[in-house]
């Protein structure tokens, strides 16, 4: 469960003489109460400004509420409490106050903060009794508290920025290698499985190629000229020339072939099996006429 409802507010300064005469205070007699009732009007001062000033949502301003009993024990055993800013309790209660500004149900959703504030008033509550250093301790946890926040809500944001960007990037990066197999393969006819091979798993390649180097990059260069490589490769060939090109090109046609897919994740497998496909592809470009003398294409099996 989140926050509880703010309690409706009880007569404060009511509700501390009862406290202080169960504490027992030495002041609390019918004749000195004129001195408490000073200091117990301070502390209230003191809240007013931490809370009410503040407007902290109501669930804080409930939780700091409970903190003026401890407070107000502090500044009856110690003088320097209400005339110093800096006393440890006075400190801890306005760091607390400070860090709940703005604080909302929405903005702490997992209730981190609003859970800390409890905790820092639990442990007050229930282990300050005349040692004033729990207050220095908890204030330092405190603020090592709210910095580990700070630091954690920084690298959230960080990561959302790079998440978006990086998303943004990628939108970039795929229009243009949509943009590259469409200018290269449009009105040519190839084989479905060299169609397949570009449009899904060549695109890839590009994709990558363009994250890692830009659309200005030699390596771009040479992923796009690939494509039209490859693509002439697969095409019926007129003549002897084109198939002693072919025969020329095909080492390095599958070197870059696989050196690309290989580096968009696909494993050797699968590498030769394509790899085997497109040598068909070679074999019966190279039969008309060549068959007897044409090596076998590189990497192909027996």
């Known amino acids: ?136 301790r908890l204030s330092a946890d405190f603020s090592d508290f709210i910095e580990k926040n700070r630091k954690r809500a920084e690298l959230v944001e960080r990561r959302t920025t790079e998440s978006a960007r990086g998303k943004e990037r990628l939108e970039v990066a795929q229009r243009a290698a949509a943009r590259a197999l469409l200018e290269r393969l449009e009105g040519r006819q190839l084989p479905p499985m060299v169609r397949d091979l570009l449009s899904r798993k060549w695109s890839n390649y590009l994709v990558l190629t363009f994250l890692r180097h830009g659309e200005d990059s030699s390596e771009w260069r040479a992923a796009t000229r690939f494509i039209d490589d490859f693509a002439w490769s697969v095409e019926p060939k007129k003549g002897e020339a084109d198939r002693l090109r072919l025969r020329e090109l095909t080492p390095e046609i599958e070197r870059l072939l696989r050196q690309g897919l290989a580096s968009t994740g696909l494993h050797e497998g699968h590498l030769q099996e394509l790899w085997d496909e497109v040598a068909r592809i070679y074999r019966q470009q190279q039969a008309p006429t060549a068959a007897s003398r044409a090596p076998e294409p590189a990497g192909t099996p027996e």
């Open 1 to 136: 469960g989140g926050p509880a409802p703010a309690a409706a507010p009880v007569p404060v300064k009511q509700e501390l003489l009862q406290q202080m005469l169960r504490l027992g205070s030495p002041d609390t007699g019918s004749s000195g109460l004129g001195a408490d009732e000073d200091t117990i009007d301070l502390v209230g001062m003191l809240f007013d400004y931490a809370v009410q000033d503040r407007n902290l949502p109501a669930p804080i301003a409930a939780q700091l509420g409970r903190l003026q009993i401890p407070n107000l024990k502090v500044a009856l055993m110690d003088p320097e409490f209400i005339a110093h800013k800096a006393h440890p309790a006075r400190r801890l209660l306005d760091e607390v106050a400070k860090a709940c500004v703005g604080w909302s149900e929405e903005s702490d959703r997992d209730h981190r903060l609003y859970d800390k504030v409890r905790e820092v008033v639990g442990s007050l509550l229930h282990d300050f009794d005349d040692d004033t250093g729990i207050f220095e």
